[in-house]
Structure formats: C-alpha cells, structure tokens
C-alpha cells in the first residue's frame, strides 16, 4: 500500500515569508508526528496527533510554528515569518494508535521536505 | 544537550571489515529503535528491543538493549557497501509513543 507522503519535496522560500508542509499519512494510522533533521543529525521531535486527543506541541521550538490535522488525516505544519535557522528536512511518521505502556507500534516516515530559508 | 548520545558520529571503514555503534543515555527507555536513513528518505525501521539484556540478530547486524535498558549497541559483521547509511537511534518512554531520537552515526563502508 501507500506509504507516508509529504509536499513539496523541497521548499526554498526568502526569510520573513510563511511556509505550509503537508503531510499524508497512511490509511487507517490514527497517529501522526512531525520531526524537523538538521542535515546529517539526528530528528527533533515537534508535534504528536493521536486520534481525536489535543495534540502534544511540546517539541514546537517557538510559536511561529504550529501544526493542525484536519478529519484525523492530512496534517499540515505551517511555519511563520520563517528565519534562516529554520532551514532543514522536516520529516512526518505516522503509526496505529499508541495503547499505553508496554506497546509501541513502528513510526513509518516519509520522505521529508527540505526547507531552505535565503 | 541530547538525550540520547550515539558515538561515533561518522565512520568509515573498508568492506569485510567489523564495527559497532553505541547509543548512551542516563534515562531509561521502554523500549529503544534503530534506523537506518539514505539521503532524500526518511528513516526506516530496522529493530525494536524492548527487554533489558535483549539481543536481535538481523542477518549480519546484532542489536543489544543494555540490562538497565540506558543504553544499547548495533554491530555490524563483515560490513557491505550497501551498509553505508546514517543509522539512527531512537528510544521511547512510558509517556506515550514520541521517540527520542540520538545524533546519528554516519557510516560510509568502502569497497
């Protein structure tokens, strides 16, 4: 089946501009992250959507950016007035709903969009 | 300051030859990840261990979750060209399904 996709690939935009990422996770996951990777390091953690619950934004490094997921599907990570320590590969995963301690489920990540702020 | 230490960060070695990649934490995990990411993807999945002391093999690689579940080590035998990657690792808490993701080890294994 389908894997994670994410648009654009690649995102080069002037600082001080705004910039929308979409993300579409695969069918049937209920959960959905976003991680921002500063090149060849290791991921951030932003944001988490777990089903209908309000999600977890403590990753979020300021409050020009902000994520939303629209009927639990399709998310979409919006960054404002974006400045040039912005420039990275924002990468989405999505995964079945976590159940509690003890179970974790395989986070499946797409390809990533590659920002580039001039 | 990460979480989740992974060292070397970059490595490179010849073909046929062996090596190991640590990941170090002074926080314990319920269960910890490695991943394996190639240039314009995202990271895929290799192996989950979740019990402390726990060992997985994976053809010619070996995973080991320490015994107080802090830390864990990939080796990877008789290492391949097609082993060259960034390889990540990854642990979770009993706080939900976030993952605390290390630094990376950067592998290039030359022919």
């Known amino acids: 089946g389908a894997g994670v996709s994410q648009s654009p690939s690649n995102k080069v935009t002037e600082k001080g501009k705004d910039v929308e990422l979409r993300c579409d996770p695969i069918?049937?996951?209920?959960?959905l992250y976003w991680y921002r990777q500063s090149l060849g390091q290791g991921l951030e953690f932003l944001i988490y959507?777990?089903?209908?619950?309000?999600?977890?934004k403590s990753g979020l490094p300021s409050d020009r950016f902000s994520a939303e997921r629209t009927g639990g599907s399709v998310s979409t990570l919006t960054i404002q007035r974006t400045q040039q320590e912005d420039s990275a590969v924002y990468l989405c995963?999505?995964?079945?709903?976590?159940?509690?301690?003890?179970?974790?489920?395989?986070?499946?990540f797409g390809p990533g969009t590659r920002l580039t702020v001039t | 300051t990460q979480l989740l230490e992974q060292s070397p960060q970059f490595l490179s070695i010849q073909e046929g030859e062996n090596l190991t990649v640590y990941c170090n934490s002074s926080?314990?995990?319920?269960?910890l990840q490695w991943y394996r990411q190639e240039p314009g993807e995202g990271p895929v999945l290799l192996v989950t261990?979740?019990?402390?002391?726990e060992v997985k093999k994976l053809k010619r690689l070996t995973f080991q979750f320490g015994d107080a579940r802090k830390d864990s080590s990939l080796h990877i035998t008789a290492a391949q060209p097609g082993d060259t990657g960034l390889y990540l690792c990854?642990?979770?808490?009993?706080?939900?399904?976030?993952?605390?993701f290390g630094g990376g080890t950067r592998l290039m294994v030359k022919p």
């Open positions: 959507f777990q089903g209908n619950s309000a999600p977890d």
């Open positions: 926080s314990v995990f319920s269960s």
């Open positions: 261990v979740v019990t402390g002391g």
């Open positions: 069918s049937g996951h209920t959960a």
């Open positions: 990854a642990g979770k808490t009993n706080a939900g399904n976030m993952l605390t």
């Open positions: 995963a999505s995964s079945h709903q976590y159940r509690g301690t003890g179970t974790s489920y395989e986070q499946y």
